[in-house]
C-alpha cells in the first residue's frame, strides 16, 4: 500500500517537489472514496478542501434555475479539482458530483494555507503550480466559448 507522500508525488501539479514540502502537504492530505452519485461540495459551501483525483470521474456542474444542473467540465484522474480554497472568500463557485465512484486524495486547505503562510517557499511553490492549472482552466473555457458563439454566428 502506498503512503499518502507516495500518492501524491506522481500527481503532474506535484512533480518535481522536493521530499520535504511533499511531506508538508501530505501532512494535510487523506485517502478518501466517493461513491457513484455523491456530490464533493455545493456552490457557496465553503472551500475548505481539494482533490486530486485518483480514479473515476467528476461533473463540474452549475445549477441553471429552470432548466437544472449545467456541465461545465468532467474530471478524471490525475486532474486536482478545486482552487477556489486559494482566494477568498474561500466558496465553490460550482458543484461537484460523482459520475464513477472515485478514488481520491482529500486536502484540508485550511491546513495547507497555514503551511504555505508558515513556508513562504511552500506557498510560492503552490501558488505557482496553481496558477499554471487556473490558466489552463481559462484558456479551456475561451476555446469553449468561442465554439459556442462560433457555431451561433454561423447559425445567423
Not at 53 to 65: D, K, M, N
Not at 74 to 81: F, H, K, M, S, Y
Not at 145 to 151: C, E, F, N, S, T
Request: glycine share 8%; with cysteine.
Amino acid at each position: 500500500m502506498q503512503t499518502t507522500e507516495e500518492l501524491i508525488a506522481v500527481a503532474p501539479v506535484f512533480d518535481g517537489l522536493g521530499e520535504n514540502s511533499l511531506r508538508l502537504i501530505a501532512g494535510c492530505a487523506r485517502n478518501e472514496h466517493a461513491p457513484t452519485g455523491a456530490f464533493l461540495f455545493h456552490e457557496g459551501d465553503p472551500a475548505d478542501r481539494f482533490f486530486l483525483i485518483r480514479s473515476g470521474t467528476i461533473r463540474l456542474e452549475v445549477h441553471a434555475p429552470g432548466r437544472g444542473p449545467l456541465l461545465i467540465e468532467t474530471l478524471q484522474a490525475p486532474e486536482v479539482l478545486g482552487w477556489s480554497w486559494l482566494f477568498p472568500p474561500y466558496r465553490w463557485r460550482l458543484d461537484a458530483r460523482v459520475l464513477d465512484a472515485a478514488g481520491l486524495v482529500s486536502f484540508d486547505a485550511v491546513c495547507l494555507r497555514g503551511k504555505a503562510e508558515a513556508d513562504h517557499e511552500l506557498g510560492f511553490e503552490l501558488m505557482s503550480r496553481f496558477t499554471v492549472l487556473l490558466t489552463e482552466k481559462l484558456h479551456s473555457t475561451r476555446l469553449q466559448l468561442l465554439d459556442v458563439y462560433g457555431h451561433a454566428g454561423a447559425a445567423v
